[in-house]
């Protein structure tokens, strides 16, 4: 992990990049975005995925409307979870451009690159559903979270 600061896996600059695009992103939508990265993962991606979701409390936003990117950094492995007031509007397909774009980005090493691209496309997917409100207001942290 060249560059990198201990226990980070994004430099400052590259965090405040993707905290940008979440920032962006939550203006077009109700949907409220994070990115956790965790460094050591012994079960599955999913499972793990969903229990740090509830762990941030992320399904404590109005509307049911969280989406958590999940990255193992170290096992290249990631998981896009939404919370069911998504799941209620929304086949599994809705995620697979958002998939695509991960597995694409990763798989060439540009985190940042699809991380961003990722949270645009999610972020203009569900002000379909949701659209951004007046009175919206920010419910979660748009920090990236680390384990």
Not at 1 to 18: A, D, S, V
Not at 19 to 45: M, N, Y
Request: proline content about 2%; cysteine-free.
């Amino acid at each position: 992990m060249l560059g990198f600061k201990k226990h980070r896996f994004f430099t400052y600059e590259q965090e405040q990049e993707i905290i940008l695009a979440i920032r962006h992103a939550e203006r077009q939508t109700s949907g409220e975005i994070r990115v956790h990265v965790q460094h050591f993962l012994d079960g599955e991606v999913l499972a793990e995925a969903q229990k740090t979701f509830a762990r941030l409390k992320m399904h404590q936003t109005k509307d049911r409307n969280g989406v958590i990117f999940f990255l193992v950094p170290e096992k290249k492995q990631f998981a896009v979870y939404g919370d069911e007031g998504i799941h209620q509007k929304v086949t599994d397909d809705f995620w697979n451009d958002v998939k695509d774009i991960l597995s694409k980005a990763f798989q060439a090493g540009q985190y940042v690159e699809g991380l961003v691209q990722a949270i645009t496309l999610t972020g203009e997917k569900l002000k379909t559903f949701f659209p951004y409100q007046s009175n919206d207001k920010n419910e979660l942290p748009d920090e990236i979270s680390y384990d």
